[in-house]
């Protein structure tokens, strides 16, 4: 009963965290003034906040609720508490909330591995400059033009059409763009969104979408030439339709709005990416230095609290 | 999605009557509705059962949700106006692939493929990429023209 009641009251301090971060996110991104950021650093921001109320439920329940629950909850036999009724509800929605995230990624892989398998049928590696193991050309006429596919062994798929169209030049810098994709994870990342659902997060997520194109151009282009042939590869490419909606685990060459892309290449500034700014990332040391003190000054009166919580909700 | 596609018949355009296509305006406007909110705001004029009977033929044809409210259905829009627009176009593409053998279809088939909107909007743009082009090629034409010169 004791570790029944221990997992319950964790759910549940789980479950509150996650929903109540999840709302305010979900509300207050917009309004945050510093998502003027740009480029990449604009997406591991909107990322951040995406998994934020994930991250941080999970840290509170086993940083708190787990070792207040272990240290300050009487484990004698002759005090039975029971488990409560708001602890009990919350925690099975709680599992039910973790079963159905499981459910849509493990729904998300497999229909993306079958899209995948058939689009992969006759297709061979292709050694190209950039990144000659993970490109591989498909010759089948339903496979996108350019696109991303894969959460552990990402490959760009190249199609036949996209060969046709584009110069060496444009195909080698929308290859680069693919690629910066695969670097920075990006699939894994739309997983982790499946795995934390949310009611209003798919505004957010559909601004990290369109801030990891534009950081993936950035990361592709290094001068003003390989900016337009971007540009050019991008038109090109957004005549083509797509046969079929991607699945969840692929990114597409042709996202987000081409239109500010392309207006967005075509107006690179090759000053402004020779002197990228720069990161220090000793300026985060201190405030990280003064949260921990804090949370080891105050770990006492917090686990405290955090057990008067659980009773409250207990009884 | 895929139910969606059941709206469609031999050509492009959804095959939506009239009624149907006001009776999804007004949920698309309203968010969702039962029968009775549809006929409370007075822009429908017909009968209770004819409005029900539409929205029910709605629902089979994949373009509404429902979910039991009292002793009636709430329905909601599956798909936004949007949504509808992008599945429309890609149904008509599946089934001019779906025609023959897709493999042999050459690829002018495919290219400016899309509405007139949108190629319209790509014409703009490949034409700035050009411009853009221009200006490169004749800005590195003078700058080697000026080192020759020296």
């Not at chain 1, 221990?6 to 991104?29: D, E, N, P, R």
């Not at chain 1, 798929?157 to 763009?177: C, F, G, N, P, Y």
């Not at chain 2, 039991?68 to 176009?89: C, D, I, K, N």
């Not at chain 2, 200006?135 to 080697?144: A, F, I, N, V």
Request: glycine share 6%; with cysteine.
């Amino acid at each position: 009963m004791f570790a029944l009641r221990g997992i319950a009251v964790s759910l549940t301090f789980f479950v509150l965290v996650y929903c109540l971060l999840s709302a305010l996110v979900a509300v207050a991104w917009r309004s945050l003034r510093w998502l003027h950021a740009r480029g990449k650093r604009l997406a591991g921001l909107l990322f951040a906040l995406r998994v934020l109320p994930l991250a941080a439920s999970i840290v509170v329940t086993f940083t708190f609720v787990v070792p207040s629950f272990q240290l300050l909850e009487p484990r004698s036999m002759d005090i039975d508490e029971g488990m409560g009724a708001v602890p009990l509800a919350l925690g099975i929605f709680a599992l039910l909330l973790i079963a159905w995230g499981c459910f849509r990624v493990i729904t998300a892989q497999t229909k993306t591995s079958r899209v995948v398998a058939r689009w992969l049928e006759g297709a061979r590696p292709v050694a190209v400059e950039a990144g000659a193991q993970t490109v591989t050309f498909c010759s089948r006429s339903e496979a996108p033009p350019l696109t991303l596919v894969g959460v552990r062994k990402p490959r760009v798929l190249v199609s036949k059409s996209t060969v046709a169209l584009l110069s060496q030049d444009e195909l080698q810098i929308a290859l680069r763009h693919e690629i910066a994709h695969m670097q920075s994870r990006d699939n894994l990342k739309k997983l982790i969104f499946r795995f934390c659902p949310f009611p209003g997060m798919a505004k957010l997520e559909s601004a990290w979408s369109q801030a990891a194109e534009l950081a993936a151009d950035d990361s592709a282009v290094s001068n003003l030439d390989d900016a337009v042939d971007l540009a050019a590869a991008l038109v090109k490419l957004s005549r083509l339709i797509p046969v079929e909606a991607a699945p969840v685990c692929t990114v597409g060459f042709v996202t987000g709005s081409i239109r500010a892309r392309v207006a967005r290449l075509l107006a690179w500034d090759e000053a402004g990416k020779a002197q990228p700014t720069r990161v220090r990332p000793w300026y985060v040391v201190p405030p990280v230095l003064a949260v921990l003190l804090c949370v080891l000054a105050t770990y006492g009166p917090a686990l405290a609290l955090t057990h008067d919580v659980t009773e409250w909700l207990v009884r | 999605m895929t139910k969606a596609f059941s709206i469609f018949g031999s050509g492009s355009r959804p095959q939506l009557g009239p009624f149907e296509q006001q009776l999804l305006q007004e949920l698309w406007s309203q968010g969702s509705a039962t029968v009775r909110e549809l006929l409370a705001d007075g822009r429908i004029h017909q009968a209770y059962t004819t409005v029900m009977t539409t929205v029910d033929r709605l629902y089979k044809k994949g373009l509404l949700d429902r979910v039991v409210e009292g002793r009636a259905f709430r329905y909601t829009p599956r798909h936004s106006p949007e949504e509808l627009q992008r599945v429309t176009a890609l149904e008509s593409i599946r089934q001019l692939l779906g025609s023959g053998d897709a493999s042999l279809l050459p690829l002018s088939y495919l290219v400016e493929a899309l509405s007139t909107h949108d190629a319209q909007l790509l014409d703009e743009l490949q034409l700035l990429v050009e411009q853009k082009r221009r200006e490169l090629r004749e800005s590195k034409g003078r700058d080697s023209e000026a080192r020759g010169s020296r």
